[in-house]
């Protein structure tokens, strides 16, 4: 079994920075991803990275503002997120793949979550 333990989310002003770390533990794991889920909206993918750090992968509304990247010494996969908007306001979670599927922006492909972090931006 795979566990997951975020941290660092918080409230910040807009234009304001956070780091997300997710700790992993239990098991080979071949790609590290990370979900958002505003109020009353479909969960969303943010940025994924493989194990080796080699490759990464974010949606167009974040590129050139976060930045994915792993600890592979700590298992840990962070998420650095600078100049926030509000519409950054969400539950991000942390998620793990057991098995190759390449950098996925699909929710089915990780087999793994965190318990999810709270961000929220003010205007």
């Known amino acids: 079994q795979v566990q997951l333990v975020e941290s660092g989310g918080g409230l910040v002003q807009a234009g304001g920075s956070l780091r997300l770390s997710c700790a992993a533990s239990?098991?080979?794991?071949?790609?590290m991803g990370w979900f958002r889920q505003a109020p009353g909206k479909e969960r969303e993918f943010v940025a994924s990275?493989?194990?080796?750090?080699?490759?990464?992968y974010n949606r167009d509304s974040v590129k050139g503002r976060f930045t994915i990247s792993i600890d592979n010494a700590k298992n840990t996969v962070f998420l650095q997120m600078n100049s926030l908007k509000p519409e950054d306001t969400a539950v991000y979670y942390c998620?793990?793949?057991?098995?190759?599927?390449?950098?996925?922006?699909?929710?089915?492909?990780?087999?793994?979550w965190g318990q999810g972090t709270q961000v929220t931006v003010s205007s």
């Open positions: 239990g098991r080979t794991l071949y790609a």
């Open positions: 998620a793990a793949a057991s098995a190759f599927r390449g950098l996925s922006a699909l929710r089915s492909n990780y087999d793994y």
């Open positions: 990275i493989n194990w080796s750090g080699g490759s990464t």
